[in-house]
């Protein structure tokens, strides 16, 4: 009866907002909320999981594969077999082999795109943000010519006057044609932020304008950066690929899925395994990595309570 009476009075003292510090439950903090509401997010988690497995399948996998990517002496067009699941191409390498290189250079284009995207994204939205009047309108002008010009086209161009084929080209043109919608939604952030307390009292002890922007703005945007990051990688992974689909992209000795998805498309009705393998892989990497994105976005929402399934 002690104990009910106890648990009683300390239920009546926490709803009047009575009990003393050292009663009340320890707070989380914002970065265990987010990891703790992203863990509960069973879609996110089951996408991350399948997302891992593709990425350690296509680093380690390729050292213990029997066949090398660029072993051509195999007969051509072996259907599917116990040594060639997805069989061989017209001339003569294991497909299996193809999708794992494939993979790992669709990946590096992807997230170097990503990084180099977020990079100048945040940096130009954050400046334009804060400082506003012309440096704003020069920015978000620039932006919005960016904006109206056709991604994959300008991409193609640029790709052959610099001399397409190489993975590392391929990455900065797109990522030339991808910083704009992180630019504008961390501009829009930069200028909220920009009016609240924390920033006057930055200004009023002496912080620069550059401090002020990558101690203050920046750290307060990081889950937003963090979401369109993610999001970037999947949006990379399939502009490299309509790239190299239509020949504009990445050549040999370099390949990418979108490549080996170009060089099989022929085979599509008469030896569907070259054409799909590349192509589930290809859409499972976007589907799981859309997903986590989803997943940190309900995260990082301050006004999202309920846990998601």
């Known amino acids: 009866m002690a104990d009910l009476n106890s648990l009683l009075a300390t239920e009546t003292a926490a709803a009047e907002g009575t009990l003393p510090p050292e009663a009340l439950p320890e707070p989380r903090s914002q970065g265990k909320l987010v990891l703790r509401k992203f863990l509960h997010h069973k879609l996110a988690m089951a996408s991350s999981a399948v997302l891992l497995l593709i990425v350690l399948a296509s680093i380690v996998l390729p050292i213990f594969w029997k066949h090398n990517y660029e072993d051509s002496s195999f007969p051509s067009f072996a259907k599917p077999s116990g040594d060639f699941p997805l069989g061989t191409t017209q001339v003569g390498k294991d497909m299996v082999s193809q999708v794992l290189r494939g993979t790992q250079y669709s990946l590096l284009i992807a997230l170097t795109v990503s990084i180099l995207a977020t990079v100048v994204g945040v940096v130009l939205g954050a400046v334009a943000g804060y400082l506003r009047g012309f440096s704003d309108s020069a920015i978000s002008r620039v932006t919005d010519l960016f904006l109206i010009v056709p991604q994959i086209a300008a991409a193609a161009i640029l790709a052959k006057v610099f001399g397409g084929g190489s993975w590392y080209i391929v990455a900065l043109v797109l990522a030339a044609f991808a910083w704009m919608q992180i630019a504008r939604i961390t501009r829009a952030e930069a200028m909220s932020l920009s009016q609240r307390e924390f920033v006057d009292a930055a200004r009023a002890s002496g912080a620069g304008t550059f401090r002020i922007i990558f101690k203050h703005l920046v750290p307060n945007m990081v889950g937003s950066i963090t979401v369109n990051a993610t999001l970037a990688v999947a949006q990379a992974v399939l502009a490299e690929a309509a790239l190299s689909f239509i020949g504009l992209g990445v050549q040999l000795p370099d390949t990418s899925l979108g490549r080996v998805i170009l060089e099989n498309y022929a085979q599509l009705q ?15 990497i976007s589907l799981t990595i859309n997903f986590i994105g989803d997943g940190l976005r309900d995260a990082f929402d301050p006004r999202q309570r309920r846990m998601k399934a």
């Open 270 to 284: 008469t030896r569907p395994a070259l054409f799909f393998g590349p192509f589930v892989v290809l859409v499972l």
